[in-house]
């Protein structure tokens, strides 16, 4: 076999080793995205309140309080994510009332989610927390002054917040919580994986591996 015989079939061997490599590789890589998308998809519920496009790959689930200071002021880069990301990234809000009367609250978001007005609802609760969140505990009759500005169907808006379909939600997101060992709020899960350390680098990193790993 001379030189140029035994360069060619090297090279062709080379080839078909990259080339097998690199189809082993994308089959990994589009295992790995399904493992996690089947992952994240245990921390979602079907109609929780959702901001962000619904086809989006990566999903921040940010278990939530609205008595919760720091809830409020995490609030704000939720939007940034989804604007830093367009097309890519949405946002899903599961209840965790954890402070004292919040329970009542959020049964008042859930209602309001009911009739379209879940953000308005919250960021009006955010705005005025110091209004009804007094010494680390909720006041829901407070919360419920505050929510008034509203354009709800107050009717609507009482049978449902005392109803059983919205109180089967709140408990299955603290069931799921308590599963998922959320222990404080705001507690954020990107497509399924928690952060180790809480902080908003952290979570723009979890963020952003998500995106690169997803898109």
């Given at each position: 076999?001379?030189?140029?015989?035994?360069?060619?079939?090297?090279?062709?061997?080379?080839?078909?080793?990259?080339?097998?490599?690199?189809?082993?590789?994308?089959?990994?890589?589009?295992?790995?995205?399904?493992?996690?998308?089947?992952?994240?998809?245990?921390?979602?519920?079907?109609?929780?309140?959702?901001?962000?496009?619904?086809?989006?790959?990566?999903?921040?689930?940010?278990?939530?309080?609205?008595?919760?200071?720091?809830?409020?002021?995490?609030?704000?880069?939720?939007?940034?994510?989804?604007?830093?990301?367009?097309?890519?990234?949405?946002?899903?809000?599961?209840?965790?009332?954890?402070?004292?009367?919040?329970?009542?609250?959020?049964?008042?978001?859930?209602?309001?989610?009911?009739?379209?007005?879940?953000?308005?609802?919250?960021?009006?609760?955010?705005?005025?927390?110091?209004?009804?969140?007094?010494?680390?505990?909720?006041?829901?009759?407070?919360?419920?002054?505050?929510?008034?500005?509203?354009?709800?169907?107050?009717?609507?808006?009482?049978?449902?917040?005392?109803?059983?379909?919205?109180?089967?939600?709140?408990?299955?997101?603290?069931?799921?919580?308590?599963?998922?060992?959320?222990?404080?709020?705001?507690?954020?899960?990107?497509?399924?994986?928690?952060?180790?350390?809480?902080?908003?680098?952290?979570?723009?990193?979890?963020?952003?591996?998500?995106?690169?790993?997803?898109y």
């Amino acid at each position: 076999m001379n030189r140029k015989t035994l360069f060619i079939v090297v090279a062709g061997s080379m080839l078909l080793i990259f080339g097998v490599a690199a189809v082993l590789f994308q089959n990994y890589k589009a295992e790995q995205q399904s493992v996690s998308i089947s992952k994240s998809t245990a921390f979602e519920r079907a109609g929780a309140p959702v901001k962000g496009p619904s086809d989006a790959k990566v999903t921040i689930v940010e278990f939530l309080d609205p008595a919760c200071e720091t809830c409020r002021d995490f609030y704000p880069l939720m939007q940034q994510f989804i604007d830093q990301y367009p097309g890519q990234v949405k946002v899903m809000v599961r209840y965790a009332p954890l402070h004292p009367g919040s329970d009542q609250v959020v049964k008042m978001l859930e209602a309001a989610h009911r009739q379209k007005q879940f953000w308005q609802a919250l960021e009006l609760l955010f705005a005025s927390q110091e209004r009804w969140v007094i010494n680390h505990a909720a006041q829901p009759m407070r919360a419920q002054a505050i929510l008034e500005s509203l354009r709800l169907n107050q009717e609507q808006f009482s049978a449902d917040r005392n109803g059983s379909e919205v109180a089967a939600v709140i408990q299955q997101d603290i069931q799921d919580g308590q599963r998922f060992n959320v222990r404080a709020t705001p507690e954020f899960f990107v497509n399924g994986r928690p952060m180790l350390d809480f902080s908003y680098e952290n979570l723009s990193r979890l963020v952003k591996e998500a995106v690169a790993a997803a898109y």
